[in-house]
């Protein structure tokens, strides 16, 4: 399952990075946002990710580079959920799966997933 995750977020890298223009706002106090594009969430093992399209994503992209993607959204049936209590998923503890903001690769990411099966998901470039 690791590897179907770590193969399916290498493609949607690389359908960004040949289908996506760079995203820059366009002076220095702006910022350029995408909404309601596909996104992958763990489950609570953080280890196995499920693709998302709905409206509760977004990208935020300013000026000076920050780059921001967040994706809140319920776990498909059949996913694993935390037992004891909400599981806290990072770089780290995926075995270091990287996440795809607008403008770059990133380790700095985190998800927390509720035994309820609600994840709330960012990805952050400074």
Request: hydrophobic share 45%; net charge positive.
């Amino acid at each position: 399952m690791k590897r179907n995750f770590a193969i399916v977020v290498a493609l949607v890298v690389v359908a960004l990075a040949f289908c996506s223009p760079p995203a820059r706002a366009q002076n220095a106090h702006s910022a350029f946002v995408i909404r309601d594009f596909m996104c992958f969430i763990p489950d609570a093992t953080c280890t196995t990710g499920f693709p998302i399209m709905d409206n509760s994503t977004t990208a935020v992209v300013t000026n000076s580079g920050f780059s921001k993607v967040s994706c809140q959204a319920k776990l498909p049936a059949g996913a694993t959920l935390p037992t004891q209590g909400k599981v806290l998923c990072d770089f780290n503890s995926s075995g270091g799966m990287q996440c795809q903001t607008a403008t770059a690769l990133t380790n700095d990411w985190q998800a927390t997933v509720s035994p309820s099966g609600r994840v709330n998901f960012q990805c952050f470039v400074h």
